[in-house]
């Protein structure tokens, strides 16, 4: 059996047992929260995982590309929501899918419901979401403004679209200085799409599904009272930004970069893993020294070294703050697992040193 070290680099080792206790975990927090697991896709992107959360129980997953919709469809996941405002360019594409599959639409303007609601009559009804902004100010409508109120009925009226319900995700929680601010963060969330999905209830809007969610806010959620579903996605994997914010410690960190060192200075070296392996993603807001990732003091150790980063990243290369042996390798924890995952092609899945199995990345837009 291969073992970590033999391994080429730069490569991505997926610890399967920290994956599947960290699967486990939320799978039992959201029972006991009392809503419905719908995990976002995006950060593992990879078929083998959501099988493991299916085994879990989910309700479907999300996605955020059509590309994710289509491979995992094709892979028999047959409920999906698209949470990603409708990009009208696509329309035509997300209807052959939707055609073949439940896939949830996404919409927080007139003009996307205009494109959908003048659609020839189609066999299958399409199943449409508002997105609702609770205070992250990304997207979505805001939630006091009778406009809103006027969408949904807009939807539930027009023949053809089904209304789903409201849709928010909580991606400020990732502002939150301490566990009780990120709860406040979650609280806010619920409070708001309960309120609003009573006003649509007492218009007579029927309002099916209430979806939530990020990871910093469903690890510290105390209360998701009137909730049906929530999404989070990055808790597969954990990464050092959800690390600092509290969602997890070092050892529930599923993903690492294993980089070599190819170049050495009196004060730094180089390494074959920059922005292309662990992105330019800087970091948790509130790190007390920022760096581009934290290294492990060996590979095969589940501690940090108190003082060794990587400072910087180009393109390929990766520069940390201390002289190494040429040759010599690093196991990095990723700021972002996301996006980190995103710049691979295969996990190499390992289980204490071993390489046990290689998934496949799925990735396009
Ligand atoms: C719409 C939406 N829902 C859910 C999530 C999952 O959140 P997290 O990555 O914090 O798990 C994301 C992530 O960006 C998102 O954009």
Redesign the pocket.
């Known amino acids: 059996m291969t073992r970590i070290e033999a391994l080429p680099t730069p490569a991505l080792l997926l610890d399967l047992d920290v994956l599947e206790s960290n699967l486990g975990r939320m799978s039992q927090r959201v029972e006991r929260l009392g809503v419905a697991l719908r995990p976002?896709i995006?950060?593992h992107k990879c078929i083998e995982i959501a099988k493991l959360q299916r085994q879990g129980g989910i309700a479907g997953l999300?996605v955020?590309t059509l590309y994710e919709a289509r491979v995992f469809a094709d892979h028999g996941f047959n409920d999906l929501t698209w949470?990603f405002p409708l990009v009208l360019s696509r329309l035509p594409e997300a209807l052959d899918l939707a055609a073949r599959s439940r896939l949830g639409f996404v919409i927080d303007s007139e003009k996307a419901l205009a494109a959908l609601s003048s659609l020839p009559p189609r066999e299958n009804p399409i199943h449409v979401w508002i997105k609702v902004d609770c205070g992250y100010h990304r997207a979505g409508v805001d939630p006091r403004a009778e406009s809103s109120l006027r969408l949904a009925g807009d939807i539930a009226a027009s023949s053809g679209l089904i209304f789903e319900g409201i849709l928010s995700?909580s991606?400020d929680a990732y502002y939150g200085q301490d566990s009780d601010e990120i709860a406040a963060i979650a609280e806010q969330e619920r409070v708001i799409m309960v309120e609003l999905a009573e006003r649509l209830g007492s218009s007579g809007i029927e309002v099916r599904g209430i979806s939530v969610?990020?990871?910093?806010a469903m690890t510290h959620a105390h209360d998701l009272d009137g909730v049906t579903e929530a999404?989070?996605?990055?808790?597969a994997l954990f990464d050092y930004t959800q690390h600092v914010l509290g969602s997890c410690s070092i050892d529930e960190c599923a993903v690492t970069v294993l980089a070599s060192v190819v170049s050495s200075h009196a004060d730094h070296s180089v390494i074959d893993a920059g922005a292309l392996a662990l992105s330019k993603d800087p970091g948790p807001k509130h790190d007390e020294v920022p760096s581009m990732g934290r290294v492990f003091s060996d590979p095969g150790s589940k501690a940090l070294d108190p003082d060794l980063r990587v400072v910087s990243v180009s393109q390929e290369h990766g520069i940390v703050n201390r002289e190494l042996a040429v040759g010599s390798k690093l196991r990095i924890l990723p700021n972002h697992s996301?996006l980190t995952v995103s710049c691979f092609d295969d996990y190499q899945v390992v289980r204490g040193d071993d390489i046990v199995d290689r998934w496949k990345i799925w990735r396009g837009r």
Do not use: L, M, Q
Not at 213 to 216: C, I, L, R
Not at 231 to 235: C, F, H, I, S, V
């Open positions: 976002h995006k950060t999300t955020s949470a995700h991606g969610g990020s990871t910093p999404r989070p996605g990055n808790y996301c």
